[in-house]
Antibody, heavy 121, light 109 residues
Framework: EVQLLESGGGLVQPGGSLRLSCAASGFTFNSYAMSWVRQTPGRGLEWVSTITGSSDTTYYANSVKGRFTISRDNSKNTLHLQMNSLTVEDTAVYYC??????????????WGQGTLVSVSS | SYVLTQPPSVSVAPGKTARITCGGDNLGIKSVHWYQQKAGQAPVLVVYEDSHRPSGIPERFSGSNSDNTATLTISRVEAGDEADYHCQVWDASSDHVYVFGPGTNLVVL
């Protein structure tokens, strides 16, 4: 059974930093790209970042580019998201998601339960 | 950037059929995926690549996509189907960007 377990969320002041982690199990972790997707209270889902299985390529939404860094440790089956220069607009539940990529499209076939990040003074 | 639209809310009586739409420019040439999100829970994939169901998803869930609209159809709606439903595409014209619709709240009367 695939399990994705996020941790590291919490309350942080504007301008602060936070590091999220996602522990994965139940599948061959290094064979799949992994992503972070966030959801603001009462709003829709927003893709944040993706990293390939071998970490050779990373992708970021324009809203977080230059402030967030995605990384992974395949020896520990763990995904990370380093978030710097946080603003109130970054307040959201952050989900770790496993990417599935058939030939011409991409989607998320497994999601974690999410971790809440609150940015407030 | 590519934009998807969804109605904020759809209401349906138990046992009836619910249809949730997702609109986008030339959406029919893209693959659309649907997620169900119950209150306080993480999203769950219910339809992928327009019309395919993952293992464990009831046959009552089906999907279609043509022209500018994709539709998630839920037959014989049950109270347990009440949730938010999000459509999603992968925007090949941008740098590996996932686009989500704003979500539709399905209310079972």
């Amino acid at each position: 059974e695939v399990q994705l377990l996020e941790s590291g969320g919490g309350l942080v002041q504007p301008g602060g930093s936070l590091r999220l982690s996602c522990a994965a199990s139940g599948f061959t972790f290094n064979s799949y790209a992994m992503s972070w997707v966030r959801q603001t209270p009462g709003r829709g889902l927003e893709w944040v970042s993706t990293i390939t299985g071998s970490s050779d390529t990373t992708y970021y939404a324009n809203s977080v580019k230059g402030r967030f860094t995605i990384s992974r440790d395949n020896s520990k089956n763990t995904l990370h998201l380093q978030m710097n220069s946080l603003t109130v607009e970054d307040t959201a539940v952050y989900y770790c998601a496993k990417e599935y990529a058939p030939v011409t499209t991409y989607y998320f076939d497994q999601w974690g339960q999410g971790t809440l990040v609150s940015v407030s003074s | 950037s590519y934009v998807l639209t969804q109605p904020p809310s759809v209401s349906v009586a138990p046992g009836k059929t619910a249809r949730i739409t997702c609109g986008g420019d030339n959406l029919g040439i893209k693959s659309v995926h649907w997620y169900q999100q119950k209150a306080g829970q993480a999203p769950v994939l219910v339809v992928y690549e327009d019309s395919h169901r993952p293992s464990g998803i009831p046959e009552r869930f089906s999907g279609s996509n043509s022209d500018n609209t994709a539709t998630l159809t839920i037959s014989r709606v049950e109270a347990g189907d009440e949730a938010d439903y999000h459509c999603q595409v992968w925007d090949a014209s941008s740098d590996h960007v996932y686009v989500f619709g704003p979500g539709t709240n399905l209310v079972v009367l």
